[in-house]
C-alpha cells in the first residue's frame, strides 16, 4: 500500500491526517520538524510526502530541494500566488492551503499516486498478477482480459493486500479512471472478477467483509 510521510510540527493537524489517511488504507509516517524529515528520508522512502513550510530547524523551503524522485504537496497557510508558484516551480508536484477540505486533499493525493504507479505497469499478489498497461490479469500461462473499471477495482485491492477496502474508498479512489462505476453496479463488477479468476485457477481471490467492503484473501 502507498506509504506516506506527513511533515507538519502541528500535532493536531498530524494527528488528524494520520486518522483520515489510515483510514483510506495508506501507510503513515509522521516527522515535527524539516530536520527529522531529512534524517527519515534516509532511512525510508515513501511514495508520497506532505510538506508543511513553516517547520523548526530546516524549513519546508529548504527541505524541498532535497526530496528527490517523490511526488510533494505543499500543505501551508501561506497563500501568497508568489509563493505558490515558486515552489511550484522548485519541485512540488502540488499546493493546497490551510484550512484544507480533506476530501480536497484525498483528491489531490490520489491524483499524484496514481501518476506514480503508472511507471509501473504490474502487481503481483500470491500467482496473480496484474497488469494494468494491457488491462490484463495472468495466473500462470492464462491471460484474463478485464474491463477498465475491473482492472481499477483489482489494482486497488492488490495495493492493498488482505485489509479490507471500504465500498465508498473504492469509489472513490477509481473514480478518476471510471467514473461510470456506482454503488449499485459495483458489487457486479466484484462478482465478474472473481468469476474470470476463479474460471482459470479454481480459487476465489476475493472476499466479501461484511460491514466494510471486500479484500484479497491469502
Do not use: W
Amino acid at each position: 500500500m502507498p506509504h506516506i510521510l506527513i511533515v507538519d510540527d502541528d500535532t493536531h493537524i498530524s494527528e488528524m491526517l494520520k486518522t483520515a489517511l489510515r483510514a483510506e488504507g495508506y501507510t503513515v509516517s509522521a516527522a515535527y520538524s524539516g530536520t527529522e524529515a531529512a534524517m527519515l528520508l534516509t532511512q525510508i522512502k515513501p511514495d508520497l510526502v506532505l510538506l508543511d513550510l513553516m517547520l523548526p530547524g530546516l524549513s519546508g523551503e529548504a527541505l524541498l530541494p532535497k526530496i528527490r524522485e517523490i511526488p510533494v504537496i505543499v500543505v501551508s497557510a501561506k497563500a501568497d500566488i508568489a509563493d505558490k508558484v515558486g515552489l511550484l516551480r522548485g519541485g512540488a508536484a502540488d499546493y493546497i492551503t490551510k484550512p484544507f477540505e480533506m476530501q480536497e486533499l484525498l483528491a489531490r493525493i490520489a491524483v499524484q499516486l496514481r501518476g506514480r504507479c503508472s511507471d509501473s505497469d504490474a502487481l503481483t499478489f500470491s500467482d496473480l498478477t496484474l497488469r494494468t498497461d494491457t488491462l490484463t490479469a495472468v495466473i500462470g500461462d492464462a491471460e484474463i482480459r478485464l474491463t477498465r473499471t475491473e482492472c481499477a477495482i483489482l489494482k486497488l485491492l492488490m495495493q492493498n493486500p488482505q485489509v479490507p477496502v471500504g465500498k465508498t474508498t473504492i469509489l472513490e479512489r477509481i473514480s478518476y479512471d471510471t467514473p461510470d462505476c456506482t454503488e449499485r453496479s459495483l458489487k457486479q463488477h466484484i462478482s465478474n472478477i472473481r468469476h474470470k479468476l476463479q474460471s482459470v485457477s479454481g480459487r476465489d481471490y476475493i472476499e466479501a467483509v461484511y460491514g466494510i467492503g471486500f479484500r484479497l484473501r491469502s
